[in-house]
């Protein structure tokens, strides 16, 4: 069954450094979504990107945070000048169409990203 | 009000039980909905879409009331492997792409 992968799985950084974390969204997929899920709480809408641009972004998702899709496959969340309430995982998610067809969507693993 | 608001649970059910779970949501021009499963510190993975007519998959039966706007999801026969957190999810009205996600209701099945 095809999936969504993220890499790495566990990033520790110390504050105010950047982060780069990644995608690799399912391969006949459109939209591609960030989400992150802070422990202990629910999971909320960074940003999706479709047709190679950003189609909607969240007020959390501010110009700390960039999204690119640098060579066709791969999907990165970049995260400058973390702070310690960035620690959160991060889910990355694909989907055929959006979600106005009540299309499913489908979520890599996270990466829990642990700010120090 | 919450976007999505769920029952905070938890709720400890025998295996065999039913057990239902309801949600509501304030975007009343939200048009598409689901239930989402997480395990513990994994990923969402859908369980469901919910339909206006309502739908049923297995041990699974989903109800939409547009006029209420709420969310409901019906587990007949409980097993152990049922035990998770189940997420209300709806599609943010005019969105093509932001889901609204509730906190969960965490489920535990005992034997």
């Known amino acids: 069954e095809p999936e969504v992968t993220q890499t790495p799985s566990h990033q520790v950084t110390q504050m105010g450094q950047e982060v780069i974390l990644r995608c690799v969204p399912i391969?006949?997929?459109?939209?591609f979504y960030w989400y992150r899920q802070i422990l202990g709480q629910k999971v909320e809408f960074l940003v999706s990107?479709?047709?190679?641009?950003?189609?909607?972004k969240s007020e959390i998702f501010d110009d700390q945070f960039s999204v690119e899709r640098p060579d066709g496959s791969n999907f990165t969340l970049k995260i400058r000048s973390t702070k310690l309430e960035d620690s959160a995982m991060y889910f990355c998610?694909?989907?055929?169409?959006?979600?106005?067809?009540?299309?499913?969507?489908?979520f890599g693993q996270g990466t829990r990203l642990t700010v120090v | 009000r919450k976007e999505v608001e769920q029952d905070p649970g938890p709720f400890n059910v025998p295996e065999g039980a039913t057990v239902a779970f309801n949600c509501t949501y304030s975007n009343s021009a939200s048009q598409s909905f689901f239930w989402y499963r997480q395990d513990c510190r994994k990923e969402p993975k859908l369980l469901m879409s919910?339909?206006?007519s309502g739908n049923e998959d297995g041990r699974f039966t989903a109800q939409l009331n547009r006029a209420s706007q709420y969310i409901s999801l019906l587990i007949r026969d409980s097993k152990l492997s049922d035990s998770a957190t189940y997420l209300c999810v709806v599609g943010r009205g005019g969105s093509q792409g932001n889901l609204i996600f509730g906190k969960g209701t965490k489920l535990s099945v005992k034997p």
């Open positions: 998610a694909s989907s055929e169409a959006g979600q106005l067809m009540n299309t499913e969507a489908f």
């Open positions: 391969s006949n997929h459109l939209y």
């Open positions: 990107f479709y047709n190679n641009e950003i189609s909607e």
């Open positions: 919910v339909y206006s």
